[in-house]
């Protein structure tokens, strides 16, 4: 099984913003707080570098820290540009909005509005999910590899928790 995993490098000592990882065809991104159009800029040169080292369309699992801001509006135009510019290569599209509290259910059920909004929800393609496990099924239908084991591979990574 392929899988990489990368870090921002920053010159000063805050930790990284975001990481990355390719496992099998599923690119995953954690974002630890909202990105900068810089932050943008490189993940999405790190998913084109990964779909052409496969040739064929990847899952893309966007994963959000507990602790993460809400991302304002700005950040929030960005992040759905950079989906909609690059729809065609993603089969399927799973957003995981980790916490319990309920401030990340309000923030579960404002991104599911957002989908629905901005015409990227399709039940057959985006999904919002609560935890990592809930994915599983859907990469082990889609890729016809074991879900369970990329899901514990990503953990490994530390892109899920």
Request: charged share 20%.
């Amino acid at each position: 099984m392929f899988a990489t995993a990368t870090t921002t490098n920053t010159a000063t000592a805050a930790p990284p913003n975001y990481k990355t990882a390719l496992i099998n065809r599923v690119f995953f991104i954690r974002w630890e707080q909202p990105p900068s159009a810089q932050d943008i800029q490189l993940v999405t040169a790190r998913f084109r570098e990964a779909y052409e080292a496969h040739r064929q369309q990847l899952c893309v699992v966007i994963v959000t820290g507990a602790k993460a801001r809400v991302p304002n509006s700005e950040q929030r135009k960005a992040l759905f540009k950079m989906l909609e510019d690059h729809r065609k290569y993603i089969c399927e599209l799973h957003l995981l909005m980790e916490g319990n509290e309920l401030q990340h259910n309000l923030q579960r059920i404002i991104a599911s509005a957002q989908l629905i909004v901005t015409r990227i929800y399709d039940s057959n393609y985006a999904r919002l999910h609560k935890t990592p496990d809930a994915i599983a099924p859907f990469l082990t239908s889609r890729l016809k590899a074991d879900g369970n084991r990329i899901i514990n591979d990503a953990r490994l990574l530390g892109v899920l928790h």
